[in-house]
């Protein structure tokens, strides 16, 4: 006695199944998800007569600014004899970063915590500052008379960042799918054995 054909409906279930799986295990993993706006600590980087307009990252929760600033995506060179006072950023300005900068021409740093319209000059150092979520952090090359040229809430809200929540979501969607996908196989091999005795 020869086995009865799988139905239409066990083979489009089936298919999709197949499908679903491949779908699973070919395309790369969700990226973080983006959002419009920094929600970690915004960096401003705003290079005066170095370069013609100031830049920007988001970093995710840094340990102090200088990792704010590696995080966000600037490479950063430290002065040789003085710990966390910063010599160059993006390779800027050209320096052997042996001893201190001229007072005229060096890295100042501002900074402004969540919510703050304006910069504030930094009582420490990058090494020593603690920012949090929120927060804004800046570095400007000159004399260490004018702030960033963006404001802080401006900088926060155009710079291109990523969520606290984002992994969760990106897990949350996997989850989602790898239960959709063993409730359909659930299903397609409920409906084999049910026809198989019928």
Do not use: Q
């Amino acid at each position: 006695m020869g086995r009865r054909p799988a139905s239409p409906t066990i083979r489009r279930l089936a298919a999709f199944a197949a499908a679903l799986l491949t779908a699973l295990f070919v395309l790369p993993a969700a990226p973080a998800a983006a959002h419009d706006g920094c929600l970690e600590v915004t960096v401003v980087v705003d290079f005066g007569t170095l370069a013609s307009e100031p830049a920007t990252g988001c970093a995710e929760n840094p340990a102090n600014g200088l990792d704010a600033l590696v995080k966000a995506g600037f490479s950063v060179t430290e002065v040789a004899s003085i710990r966390g006072m910063v010599c160059r950023i993006d390779e800027l300005p050209e320096s052997d970063c042996g001893g201190a900068p001229p007072a005229k021409e060096y890295w100042s740093y501002w900074r402004a915590d969540a919510g703050d319209a304006e910069w504030s000059y930094s009582p420490v150092g990058g090494a020593d500052a603690k920012p949090g979520a929120g927060d804004a952090e800046g570095w400007v090359f000159g004399d260490g008379a004018e702030p960033p040229a963006i404001a802080p809430g401006e900088a926060a809200e155009t710079t291109e960042g990523v969520g606290p929540d984002a992994a969760d979501e990106a897990s949350f969607t996997w989850v989602i799918a790898v239960a959709a996908l063993a409730v359909i196989v659930a299903l397609v091999i409920w409906r084999a054995r049910r026809n198989r005795h019928a």
